[in-house]
């Protein structure tokens, strides 16, 4: 079976609680590995759920607000430390590769290892590809440039099952916006923010943030096998709530919760003749 997997390494929006990290998750795709956002906090909880961070080869950063991407100086110069040899790709919009410029020629540091920034700049940009799988970017309608990701085995991919290429849409921050529906159209696993629950919809349009019902209506229209919510308000201590409401526009809803692991897996797979 190949892998095709992500584990939620944080769930919070804006600013960590004293029960949720920062918005982070490290998905696997049979050997690989890519880091998507790096909150603070994130290297730590790397070590916690026991994850293989030395192999990360590939960060993809949604946008530059501090709750997403605060976590990678400190991974960094970990891998520095540790002696790191691999290169280290990290795509992000403008903006980042100056700052960790900085942060490193300020610490007169010469890392161990290669890093290779790649500019993302607009949505449907394809970012990676490999011998089974492809990446490419979503836009999103945030305050700053701000973007998501979809990562597609390619068609003929062997993973058991044998139903059809797999596919997981990752949404960033935004407010509800149908910009970046025809790439998710049919796929396996959305996760979408839901930073408020549905009675602040005026405050998450303000903020360009979604709620809940906004998450799972995308879902439906989408046609999505399943639907993953996170970044959730701190607002919010509880978050069971959410789930109810997603669930009543959208059944296959689950929530992002830290230490867990979700598979992608076919959610609409072909008849076959026997
Ligand atoms: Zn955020
Ligand atoms: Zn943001």
Same mark, same amino acid.
């Given at each position: 079976m190949v892998l095709f997997q992500t584990t939620i390494l944080g769930s919070s929006a804006a600013m960590p609680t004293s029960e949720r990290h920062t918005s982070s998750q490290l998905v696997r795709h049979h050997n690989k590995l890519f880091l998507i956002d790096c909150a603070e906090g994130c290297q730590m909880q790397l070590r916690r759920f026991k !994850?293989?961070?030395? /192999?990360?080869d590939h960060i993809f950063i949604s946008?530059?607000? +501090? #709750?997403?991407?605060?976590g990678l100086p400190g991974l960094l110069f970990t891998y520095h430390l540790l002696g790191r040899q691999n290169d280290l790709h990290i795509y992000a919009p403008a903006g980042l590769e100056e700052i960790i410029r900085i942060q490193i020629e300020t610490a007169d540091l010469i890392p161990s290892y290669k890093l290779v920034f790649h500019e993302i700049f607009e +949505?449907? !940009?394809?970012?990676y590809e490999d011998k089974w799988l492809t990446a490419e970017t979503m836009a999103m309608e945030h305050r700053i440039p701000t973007f998501g990701f979809i990562l597609k085995e390619k068609? +003929?991919?062997?993973? %058991? +099952?044998?139903a059809g290429p797999r596919s997981y849409g990752i949404g960033s921050d935004? =407010?509800?916006? %149908?910009?970046f529906l025809s790439q998710i159209r049919g796929v396996d696993l959305l996760y979408h923010e839901a930073?408020?629950?549905?009675?602040d919809a005026v405050l998450a349009r303000e903020k360009y943030h979604s709620t809940t019902v906004e998450a799972a209506l995308l879902a439906k229209k989408a046609l999505a096998g399943r639907l993953l919510l996170g970044h959730y308000s =701190?607002?919010? /201590? %509880?978050? #069971?709530a959410y789930l109810d409401e997603a669930r009543q526009f959208f059944t296959d809803t689950l929530l992002a919760l830290e230490g867990e692991t979700i598979a992608v897996r076919d959610h609409a797979p072909k008849k076959t003749k026997a």
């Open positions: !994850q293989p961070f030395s /192999k990360i946008h530059l607000h +501090g #709750d997403h991407y605060l +949505g449907g !940009q394809p970012l068609p +003929g991919h062997p993973h %058991e +099952g044998k935004t =407010a509800y916006t %149908e910009s930073t408020f629950m549905h009675d =701190a607002r919010y /201590k %509880e978050t #069971d």
